[in-house]
């Protein structure tokens, strides 16, 4: 467009010049004629013309074509670019109450395998797969007829030993009587104290048979020993079970379910965070009389809609992992939770104090570390590494890294880069994150 003015203009002039030449040729003429002077003569006044406007017309043409040729040269180059435009804003501050996630998983309170006291056959199972039983509930019943036989004889072994006990001391007491008219000698009452003696161990031997053969007649009918969930019977009617203590068979299991653990590790650093705040104060021992509320949410699950409390905190971090047992109870009256479950739980390691937030899309990662774009006052965009915390309603906690008045890129990030000069438009971070 400014090439074509040029050249109109250009053209424009040496039409004027030519105008010119052409009026004044013509002028001198009709003078000449005038004054009578002949055709040779009037040729000298067109040359002197031309010999005039020639350098003229020359130098038009060449700054024509230098002025063609520098608007040719500046329409190959393009102007830069506007600088970019972005939105910023200083991060919002609040009083939120900062929660740590865990991830770990429930466990049931009484976990208890059920197995065998005493030898025989399976005889009868007297639950259904994985129905609730109550503690004392017979489970399973072990053929009992060598077992009755035993306690049989038990009991007739007593009776035997308490009739030579009391036949012991009859013949005790007589010969005590003797003893006084000198009939029998003291080695006779000597020895018939020892056999009464002997007699009353027998007896408590033989009520000692007694009781274990009642045991066992007992341990026939295998019981819950806790109430809970049971699993599937291991072991069918008809198989023969071993009792014993290190090769007793396994018949089921038994869990409880409400209420129910739940264990999770947390972190050195986060320990530490837990002990220096009022929360903690007065020692670890205290936590289950300060019922610090912990919440948890199962897989898939968008909101943690459980409630619990933590009660227990390990003694000890492990080595190998550098981290510490902490474990929460949950109340489960509708049996939701089930043991073995992994859930994600969240509590107050510091309670309620003054945050800085802003959008989380407006956090990059350079590898291992985070940082956010912020905007000086000369709009010259700067890189700043950050410490981020846990996201709360949309916003992203930043502990360190971050001032209040710093003016951070919350809108487009991704077409700036530091020491890049950009175009600045002021925002608020709520109606930033509104779309998030």
Do not use: W
């Amino acid at each position: 467009m400014l090439l074509q003015t040029i050249i109109s203009e250009y053209r424009n002039l040496l039409c004027e010049l030519s105008n010119a030449i052409t009026n004044q040729t013509e002028s001198d003429t009709s003078k000449r004629k005038t004054e009578g002077t002949g055709d040779s003569e009037n040729d000298q006044p067109k040359k002197s013309i031309i010999k005039l406007y020639t350098p003229m017309l020359l130098i038009l043409v060449i700054g024509l074509f230098g002025l063609i040729t520098a608007c040719s040269s500046s329409n190959s180059q393009p102007s830069a670019p506007p600088p970019p435009t972005v939105s910023v804003s200083a991060p919002t501050a609040k009083e939120i109450t900062q929660y740590d996630e865990f991830t770990g998983k429930f466990r049931a309170v009484e976990r208890v395998e059920v197995r065998t006291r005493v030898d025989g056959y399976l005889e009868e199972i007297r639950f259904t797969d994985g129905e609730l039983v109550e503690k004392g509930e017979v489970l399973f019943v072990i053929d009992q007829r060598p077992y009755r036989i035993a306690l049989e004889q038990a009991r007739a072994e007593l009776e035997s030993a308490k009739t030579r006990l009391e036949l012991s001391k009859k013949e005790l007491q007589r010969a005590q009587n003797l003893r006084s008219s000198g009939a029998v000698s003291q080695e006779l009452i000597d020895r018939r104290s020892q056999e009464f003696q002997s007699a009353q161990a027998e007896v408590s031997a033989a009520q000692a048979a007694v009781h274990s053969a009642e045991l066992n007649m007992e341990f026939t009918k295998v019981k819950a020993p806790v109430s809970g969930k049971i699993s599937r019977n291991f072991v069918s009617v008809g198989n023969l079970v071993s009792g014993g203590l290190s090769s007793s068979t396994l018949l089921t299991r038994i869990v409880s379910l409400d209420p129910i653990y739940f264990s999770f590790q947390m972190s050195e650093g986060q320990l530490i965070k837990y002990l220096q705040s009022d929360t903690a104060s007065g020692g670890v021992s205290t936590i289950q009389d300060k019922k610090i509320e912990v919440e948890a949410k199962l897989l898939g699950e968008e909101e943690f809609a459980y409630r619990g409390s933590l009660n227990f905190i390990d003694n000890e971090i492990d080595r190998s992992t550098g981290t510490m047992t902490v474990r929460a109870v949950f109340n489960n009256d509708k049996m939701l939770l089930t043991p073995g479950m992994f859930a994600k739980a969240k509590f107050s390691v510091t309670g309620r104090h003054r945050e800085l937030l802003i959008p989380d899309r407006a956090i990059g990662s350079d590898q291992a570390q985070r940082y956010v774009l912020t905007v000086g006052d000369s709009s010259k965009v700067s890189r700043k590494f950050v410490q981020t915390g846990t996201l709360h309603n949309d916003l992203r906690i930043i502990e360190d890294g971050l001032s209040s008045s710093d003016q951070v890129i919350i809108k487009g990030i991704g077409k700036v880069r530091p020491g890049q000069t950009v175009q600045v438009d002021q925002k608020e971070i709520a109606e930033a994150s509104g779309g998030q």
